[in-house]
């Protein structure tokens, strides 16, 4: 059985205290049971003190973002060498916000994502439709779109060590969310997908569901036997939220 994976992306959020008492709530309250991990993602300042932290816990950290260079002229940028020096274990790519705010392409998010795993960390693949796109029935043709840049540029067996996160824009931060039946269509989706090129290797990739998951919604999403874990944002932000959903994880496993 696949394990839960229940990561906080923090986005812009927060301060130096605010971080510090964030993670001390969750150290302090991970809930018992196994079958999941726990994965913190806050801005780049705050990555080395939340290392401290974490690390006499089970919590995992990562970035948010990553170059896709290794070194250089690059101003601005944060090369996976670094993030894993950090003792950053996972790193997002392609997130929504980067891909519509930022202008990252999937052939950069497909850099970006070769280039974590260089350096030893797990990229956090997020893909998904917006409201017109899913409006338009084209939501199967954009995941697809966003799978297969990574598809071809890595091959399918870099998915040993990829995380997918299906991240349906329309339910980012709106507080809609795709019902468990809808996550699980499209779940399914990318699983048949990776299928297609390796089913044993398919069948072990964690695909997270991302767009306003809570404590009262994470059982159902959970129950879904693609789903396996979640992006969080908002309820990332309290300890006791972030705790719901970690304790609906332990509950579902
Ligand atoms: P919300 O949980 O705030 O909808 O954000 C989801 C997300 O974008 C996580 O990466």
Redesign the pocket.
């Known amino acids: 059985m696949r394990e839960f994976l229940i990561?906080g992306?923090w986005?812009m959020n927060g301060s130096s205290a605010a971080s510090d008492t964030l993670v001390s709530g969750i150290v302090d309250g991970i809930p018992e049971g196994g079958g999941f991990r726990l994965l913190v993602c806050p801005p780049f300042p705050y990555l080395a003190s939340v290392a401290i932290q974490v690390s006499s816990s089970a919590i995992s950290l990562g970035a948010q973002n990553v170059s896709e260079h290794k070194a250089g002229a690059f101003t601005g940028e944060t090369a996976a060498s670094m993030l894993k020096e950090l003792g950053c274990g996972y790193v997002?790519v392609g997130?929504?916000?980067r891909r519509a705010i930022f202008g990252e392409t999937s052939e950069q998010v497909a850099a970006k994502y070769i280039a974590a795993q260089a350096a030893g960390i797990v990229p956090i693949l997020?893909v998904g439709e917006t409201l017109e796109e899913r409006e338009a029935s084209a939501t199967e043709d954009i995941i697809d779109g966003q799978l297969d840049a990574v598809l071809d540029a890595a091959g399918v067996d870099s998915f040993a060590s990829a995380v997918i996160?299906y991240?349906p824009v329309w339910?980012?931060?709106?507080?809609m969310?795709a019902t468990p039946e809808q996550a699980q269509d499209v779940h399914r989706h990318i699983r048949v997908r990776l299928a297609e090129q390796n089913a044993e290797l398919a069948d072990t990739v964690q695909i997270l569901y991302?767009?306003?998951?809570?404590g009262e919604n994470a059982p159902g999403l959970l129950s879904m036997p693609d789903i396996d874990g979640?992006?969080?944002?908002?309820?990332?932000l309290k300890a006791d939220d972030f705790l719901a959903i970690a304790a609906a994880a332990a509950a579902a496993h």
């Open positions: 990561a992306n986005k997002i997130h929504s916000e997020c996160a991240e339910a980012i931060g709106t507080g969310t991302g767009g306003s998951m809570k979640g992006l969080i944002g908002g309820a990332s």
